[in-house]
């Protein structure tokens, strides 16, 4: 078996594939693109791969491993082989996305926005403490990262609710689902997250009609994908006083081009797509797993392309 790994820290997936393949599977090669250029394989471990490398690709290859949650890149290469495509279940995401969903909110909730503008001022007053209860958050995905944030969130004390594009069920969390469900969590949320994935149907999902459903003060996290939200809408609202402010990992065009007017806005957080690296030791460990399950023909957790995820 040969597998062909196209990844960031290439070297470090292909150190521990090895120590975790070898042992269990004799004569596995592992190889980077680097070291060995592109070539079929059995196995493909990539992320954002060129088109070169899938073309070049023979009736050997078994199954694509994605190395990270979103596919949105590989699914939009022309002539995708029609193999299994496999993608990370959580490699440490989860907990480090829940992180920094939790700094958003609580940045707004404690008033750090305005804190900075006043010390920009060297104007010292304190801020009256708001209620946790007044704060409801709105997850927009309940996928597993989508899930860990909600238990996260709520775990310190803010009423969690969630949507999902078909019906979901995530423990001790009100979810929601539909046109409807969507309009009636944006109604009632002083705070969305957003973690869907980049699919036709997430495309400017959330344009200014969607965004102004939400209360005046709302503020607005994104750390799925850029081409959920519409950026100007996002502006338009935040220039009119209807939205307090927004902190956003991801965006339609990355990196953010220097001119764009959310690097200038200072009631807008950027980040650079930085929410939920990936764990390359608990992803290779993961993908060890499968490929072991691939060999002895049990079923894998697979992307479903027609629907982006």
């Known amino acids: 078996m040969r597998i062909l790994i196209h990844a960031p820290e290439a070297t470090r997936w292909q150190e521990v594939l090895t120590r975790e393949l070898q042992p269990v599977l004799p004569g596995v090669e592992i190889v980077t693109t680097e070291e060995a250029g592109e070539g079929p394989a059995d196995i493909l471990v990539v992320w954002k791969p060129p088109a070169s ?7 050997s290859l078994r199954a694509i491993f994605n190395a990270g949650a979103g596919v949105d890149a590989l699914l939009s290469l022309p002539d995708l082989p029609d193999v299994p495509i496999v993608r990370l279940r959580d490699a440490g995401m989860g907990a480090l996305m829940a992180d920094y969903a939790l700094y958003g909110i609580l940045h707004f909730h404690r008033d750090m926005d305005r804190y900075r503008r006043q010390q920009e001022k060297a104007h010292w007053q304190a801020q009256p403490l ?11 995905g309940l996928g597993t990262l989508g899930q860990s944030c909600a238990h996260r969130i709520r775990a310190q004390g803010f009423e969690v609710q969630g949507w999902s594009r078909s019906p979901k069920h995530c423990e001790g969390i009100d979810t929601h689902h539909g046109e409807a469900g969507l309009t009636g969590l944006l ?65 339609p065009d990355e990196p953010l081009p220097a001119h764009h007017p959310l690097w200038h806005d200072p009631r807008v957080i950027v980040t ?38």
């Open 53 to 59: 490398l899938l073309a070049c690709q023979d009736m």
């Open 130 to 140: 708001a209620d946790r209860s007044d704060w409801r958050v709105g997850i927009i």
């Open 187 to 251: 109604n009632t949320s002083r705070v969305i997250v957003s973690l869907l994935p980049d699919t036709p149907e997430t495309r400017g999902l959330l344009n200014e009609q969607r965004l102004a459903c939400l209360p005046e003060g709302a503020v607005v996290i994104n750390a799925g994908r850029g081409t959920t939200l519409d950026p100007d809408a996002l502006l338009t609202l935040i220039g009119r006083g209807h939205l307090r402010g927004a902190l956003l990992d991801v965006f």
């Open 272 to 309: 650079p797509h930085v929410a939920a690296p990936t764990d390359v030791s608990e992803g290779a460990r993961q993908f060890a797993a499968d490929i072991l399950a691939l060999t002895r023909g049990e079923p894998l957790d697979t992307v479903d392309p027609a629907i982006g995820y």
